[in-house]
């Protein structure tokens, strides 16, 4: 497993931009503008671990520790807590991560139905996102049948 990177929701990207990149010195490396979805990604990267670039894998810059600034269009007040997102980590087969989980008794909120993602809650509640290392792994079952579990 490899951490990727750590999701949080903005109300104003400007005013986050300036925040990340002019004081903290962050670099933007990725931006996804999202229309059906009416979001934008915006992912940042310290200039050191910039320097350390190696390429790209899943379209995410491989290796590279994040933070993923997610700015939804439509107009939302985040209280405490929701404006953090999640955890990111990259994992090697995405069916045998979920099913060891599982059998440690933690619930997978949402299965890897499409054999890329799944989300699974810390127990202190913070979601936690797996992802498939490469292409989606093929879809099988039983995931692919799984409903999603509560939040994530």
Same mark, same amino acid.
């Given at each position: 497993m490899r951490y990727l990177h750590?999701?949080?929701r903005v109300s104003d990207i400007d005013a986050s931009l300036k925040f990340y990149c002019d004081g903290l010195g962050l670099r933007e490396l990725r931006r996804v503008e999202n229309k059906a979805g009416r979001f934008t990604l915006v992912f940042l990267a310290a200039q050191?671990?910039?320097? $350390?670039? %190696?390429?790209? +894998?899943?379209?995410?810059v491989a290796g590279l520790p994040m *933070? +993923?600034?997610?700015?939804?269009?439509?107009?939302?007040?985040?209280g405490d807590g929701r404006n953090f997102g999640h955890l990111a &980590?990259?994992?090697?087969? *995405?069916? $045998?991560?979920? +099913?060891?989980?599982?059998k440690q008794g933690i619930t997978i909120n949402r299965p890897p139905r499409d054999?890329?993602?799944? &989300?699974?809650r810390s127990p202190d509640g913070i979601s936690v996102e797996l992802l $498939? %290392?490469?292409? !989606?792994? !093929?879809v099988k079952a039983p995931w692919a049948e799984m409903q999603n579990i509560g939040d994530w």
């Open positions: 750590t999701m949080v050191q671990d910039v320097d $350390q670039y %190696k390429g790209t +894998e899943q379209g995410l *933070i +993923e600034l997610t700015y939804n269009w439509d107009s939302q007040e985040y &980590f990259q994992v090697d087969d *995405i069916y $045998q991560a979920c +099913e060891h989980l599982s054999g890329r993602m799944a &989300f699974v $498939q %290392k490469g292409e !989606p792994l !093929p």
